[in-house]
Every structure is written in C-alpha cells, then in structure tokens.
C-alpha cells in the first residue's frame, strides 16, 4: 500500500553498533524479497536478496531474515559505519506481474 | 560501463507544460520501469514495458504517458494534466526473467514552478 505521512521510521545507531531493520510485506504469496539502500539524491542500490524457499541469506556484513509466518522480513547490519546512513527500502515480488511493490522505508542515522 | 542512464538530473517546469524524462539502458534488459517518490516516502509505479512496443499502467499512471520504442529507451513525459508532478522520478530496469533485480538509474528531479 501507499505510505502515508511525510516522516519516515528513523533508526539511530552507534558506529560500530549492528543495525537491525524491519518490514512487513503484505502477500503471502510473493516469491522473491530484495532490501535496496537509497542515499539522498540518488537512486536505490541493491544490497541483498532472498527467495521464499530460504530464511536466512548472508552477504559482506548484511543478514536477511525471512519469516514467512508472520511475513517479516529483517536486515541486519552488521558493525553499522557512517557510510550505511542512507535510507532503507525492502520490495516483494508481485508474483503475478513480475513487479516489485516496495515498502515505506526506514531512515538508517549512525552516529560516529 | 553497463548502466542506465537518466536526463535531465533537475528539470524545472512551469504549470501547464510537458516535460519528458529519458532513460536510456544498455544492459540489454527486456523489462523497464518508472517510479515516482515523493519525500520521506517509498516508490510508486507509473508505468512499466516487459517488451519492446508494449507497455502497462501502474499504480499511478494518470498525468503520464511513456513509449517503448526501442529496448534501450523508455521516455517518460509527464503531462499538464498530472496535478501535482513535483518529485523525484526513478527509472529502472531489469531482465525478463521473474523474479530479478531491478537495476536502478540515478533520479530526475522534478520541480513545478
């Protein structure tokens, strides 16, 4: 669905801290997952990930979790450094169209 | 390098004019996209092309219109009739193959004066 509201959810961390960011996607049935990092002014970077088959997937320093129960899906960051201030968008498959619906996204701040 | 490439990066229109975005890719992917995102909010889809000379709405496709001409290229103009077009305009990419990862270019701003 639309995001409402012009603030977006801020996470706060200490450098050298894990982050962790949270999504909730909305089809059961989606397929695939990707978390995309957005740095001001530029477009989305991919970071990692994850097909439904799997709950778990590792990359250098991130972790995505997928809990298809309660359709959570987590990045974890891990030694979080100033350059990983962004903002953090997860995005699900839309099985039928071969699109990806993306969430609201969540404002990562490291404080040196 | 292999990449998409939008233009103009900030574009400046006043009320009542057409304006067209470019996005140019040389990835040879079958499959372009165009998002609008409003500040501190996500991605909203206005059109999309899985192939060449065919092309879908999105969520938000009222006030714009795209071609697909070419598999390289997928214009975007942004209409007088679209009432509040101010944003930042993504386009992306990706292969025919679902699922994949969109690939995305660098934004146009867009601002009404």
């Known amino acids: 669905g639309e995001s409402v509201g012009l603030h977006l959810p801020t996470l706060s961390v200490q450098e050298g801290d894990n982050s962790i960011i949270n999504c909730a996607y909305s089809?059961?049935?989606?397929?695939?997952f990707i978390w995309y990092k957005q740095e001001s002014g530029k477009g989305p970077q991919f970071i990692i990930d994850?097909?439904?088959?799997?709950d778990k997937r590792q990359g250098q320093r991130v972790t995505v979790l997928l809990n298809k129960t309660v359709k959570h899906l987590s990045l974890q960051i891990a030694a979080t450094q100033p350059g990983d201030s962004a903002v953090y968008f997860c995005?699900?498959?839309?099985?039928?169209?071969?699109?990806?619906?993306f969430g609201g996204g969540t404002r990562l701040m490291v404080k040196p | 390098d292999g990449g998409i490439t939008q233009s103009p990066k900030y574009l400046f229109r006043k009320e009542g004019q057409n304006v067209t975005l470019s996005c140019e890719q040389n990835?040879?992917?079958?499959?372009m996209y165009w998002y609008r995102q409003d500040p501190g909010q996500g991605l909203r889809l206005i059109y999309y092309?899985?192939?060449?000379?065919?092309?879908q709405k999105g969520d938000i496709a009222e006030g714009y219109s795209v071609s697909r001409e070419k598999k390289e290229s997928f214009p975007l103009t942004v209409t007088s009739a679209q009432k509040n077009p101010t944003a930042f305009y993504l386009c992306?990419?990706?292969?025919?193959?679902?699922?994949?990862?969109?690939?995305f270019g660098e934004g146009s701003r867009l601002t009404v004066l």
């Open positions: 992306a990419s990706k292969t025919g193959a679902s699922p994949g990862e969109l690939f």
């Open positions: 089809n059961s049935a989606s397929d695939y």
């Open positions: 994850i097909r439904s088959n799997m």
């Open positions: 995005a699900e498959n839309n099985n039928a169209g071969n699109m990806l619906t």
């Open positions: 990835l040879n992917h079958d499959a």
């Open positions: 092309s899985q192939i060449v000379n065919d092309f």
